[in-house]
């Protein structure tokens, strides 16, 4: 529960190749330190990284814990994705509503982020129950 499948220093170095060779056709972002850092501005390469993952029909959406809604609707609008805001992670009802979002089954998405306690906790947790929903 508490370990990721991957780890990697940035969010960038996810490959279209390492996606497809999993079979995951959508992803679930977190926000502060995946794609913005402290000062609410994207990390390096993330506005290229994602839109070549879109033109490959890969399907991305944010969930962050933030209540702010502004600071996730900027980077949602500057990415042109779905959000969901104050998710409550490691509850299943943030996870499940981007599930939803993205319209796929639960083994054809992964979740990228960087605390253990919130998105790591979280997205193992739903592994098995997403498909449910």
Known sequence: MLYPNLYLNSITEITLEMLNKNNI????????????????NLANGVKEWCENLKKSNIKICILSNTNKVDKVAKAAKELNLGYINFARKPLKSGFKK?????????????????QIFTDIIGANRMRNVLDTC
């Open 25 to 40: 056709k959508g992803l679930i972002l977190d926000l502060d330190n995946t794609i913005i850092d402290f000062d609410r």
């Open 98 to 114: 981007a599930k939803k979002l993205l319209q796929l089954e639960t083994k054809n998405i992964a979740v990228v982020g960087d």
